[in-house]
């Protein structure tokens, strides 16, 4: 079985419990400190939507927010 996991660690703890489950062969720590990308999404998805779509998809956006206040 070969399944690749990304996780990020919150807390030093779960680095060392990380390390004790490879000492037992049970997992490989395949890199360390690896540095998300610094991209923005609103950079990631420029362009993606049309003009049209955006505008539509923001109304039901804010429809959606109007009507989970009223509940």
């Given amino acids: 079985m070969e399944n690749t996991i990304l996780i990020q660690i ?3 703890k779960a680095m060392k419990l ?3 489950l490879q000492e037992l062969n049970l ?3 395949l890199k360390e400190n690896f ?3 610094d991209t923005k999404i609103s950079k990631k998805y420029r362009g993606v939507f049309s003009s049209e779509d955006a505008k539509s998809f923001n109304e039901h956006t804010q ?4 009507e989970w206040d009223n509940i």
Wanted: hydrophobic residues 25%; positive net charge; charged residues 30%.
């Fill in 10 to 12: 919150t807390n030093e």
């Fill in 18 to 20: 990380l390390y004790e």
């Fill in 27 to 29: 997992i490989k720590v």
């Fill in 35 to 37: 540095k998300p990308s």
């Fill in 63 to 66: 429809t959606m927010r109007n």
